[in-house]
């Protein structure tokens, strides 16, 4: 298995902040990573796809980059929406897709 | 705009076989490229990927539960299925079938364009 690894596992922030999460994958996985949003009893949102590309509807704080083993998630300025939990996925290995631990982040 | 919606028992007794179904509104899963997948999340805990089934007839199964799943399309309902035999405790989760948007190939590399729409989820719970 691929295995992804984020950090940190949660992050306290304030409104207006801009906010790094990392995530690591075990091997190369080249572009095939997605990261998506999750607010509790709701199902994922996907914000970025092939590591860096913009899902339609995601506003423009939100932006993806890396390729290979190490990729970010940033948000330039968050809002009081963006407090969720968020999770990487690899796609390079379908034995089996996986996903990274997730991060929360909370309101400082 | 694409829909799932997941239906299927809420409370399964260990042993039993996990069933639940996807209906697809929308898009027409027969003449589409995508895949169609579950995945589920324990109480409190992350994400872990079933599976993923399409109309090429291609299935990917997470190795960790090959042995007890079996996903299927219905193209005349516009449906997709997860059965999961021999249900334990460990399978309680939120269950979530989406739609997998799959990869693009580039000169050097590869593009996962991600799960782009996912069911509202349906709580199984398993128990005696």
């Known amino acids: 298995d691929i295995q992804m690894t984020q950090s940190p596992s949660s992050v306290s922030a304030s409104v207006g902040d801009r906010i790094t999460i990392a995530c690591r994958a075990s091997q190369d996985i080249s572009t095939c990573l997605a990261w998506y949003q999750q607010k509790p009893g709701k199902a994922p949102k996907l914000l970025i796809y092939a590591a860096s590309s913009l899902q339609s509807g995601v506003p423009s704080r939100f932006s993806g980059s890396g390729s290979g083993t190490r990729f970010t998630l940033t948000i330039s300025s968050l809002q009081p929406e963006d407090f969720a939990t968020y999770y990487c996925?690899?796609?390079?290995?379908?034995?089996?897709?996986?996903f990274g631990g997730g991060t929360k982040v909370e309101i400082k | 705009q694409v829909q799932l919606q997941e239906s299927g028992p809420g409370l399964v007794k260990p042993s039993q076989t996990l069933s639940l179904t996807c209906t697809v509104s929308?898009?027409?899963?027969?003449?589409?490229?995508?895949?169609w997948g579950w995945i589920r999340q324990p109480p409190g805990k992350g994400l872990e990927w079933i599976g993923r089934?399409?109309?090429?007839?291609?299935?990917d199964y997470n190795p960790s539960l090959k042995s007890r799943v079996i996903i299927t399309l219905d193209t005349s309902k516009n449906q997709f299925s997860l059965r999961l035999r021999s249900a334990t405790a460990a399978d309680t989760a939120v269950y979530y079938c989406a739609r997998d948007r799959g990869y693009g190939d580039y000169p050097g590399g590869r593009h996962f364009y991600g799960v782009d729409v996912w069911g509202q989820g349906t709580t199984v719970i398993v128990s005696s």
């Open positions: 929308g898009d027409s899963i027969s003449s589409s490229t995508y895949y």
């Open positions: 089934i399409d109309m090429s007839g291609t299935i």
């Open positions: 996925q690899q796609a390079h290995s379908v034995s089996p897709l996986t």
